[in-house]
Nanobody, 127 residues
């Protein structure tokens, strides 16, 4: 059983930056592909970014490409989401997710592929 705890959310002005962290425990972190999702009020949870076990392969939603960067540190059991040039429409609860992957290069963009989820961290971008 993997436990995921997100941190780093907060209130920021449009154009600003935040870095989210997700600390994992209870499993072998390097065995898991990781992802970030977000859910705005009244909307479905949507894919933001994902990263393979090795960190060498990543995927992004079109809405965040060029602004967000996902990375991981397997020695620290942590995955990060660097968010730059934030927009009001990025306001949401951001969730970290993990799933087992057979290869070092796999990453997943479908929320149904993820087995473990954190509790979320609120990101609010003011205009």
């Amino acid at each position: 059983q993997v436990q995921l705890v997100e941190s780093g959310g907060g209130l920021v002005q449009a154009g600003g930056s935040l870095r989210l962290s997700c600390a994992a425990s209870g499993g072998t972190f390097s065995s898991y592909a990781m992802g970030w999702f977000r859910q705005a009020p009244g909307k479905a949870r949507e894919f933001v970014a994902s990263i393979s076990r090795s960190g060498g392969n990543t995927g992004y939603a079109d809405s965040v490409k060029g602004r967000f960067t996902i990375s991981r540190d397997n020695a620290k059991n942590t995955v990060y989401l660097q968010m730059n040039s934030l927009k009001p429409e990025d306001t949401a609860v951001y969730y970290c997710a993990a799933t087992g992957a057979f290869t070092w290069s796999q990453y997943f963009t479908n929320r149904d592929d993820y087995r473990y989820w954190g509790q979320g961290t609120q990101v609010t971008v003011s205009s």
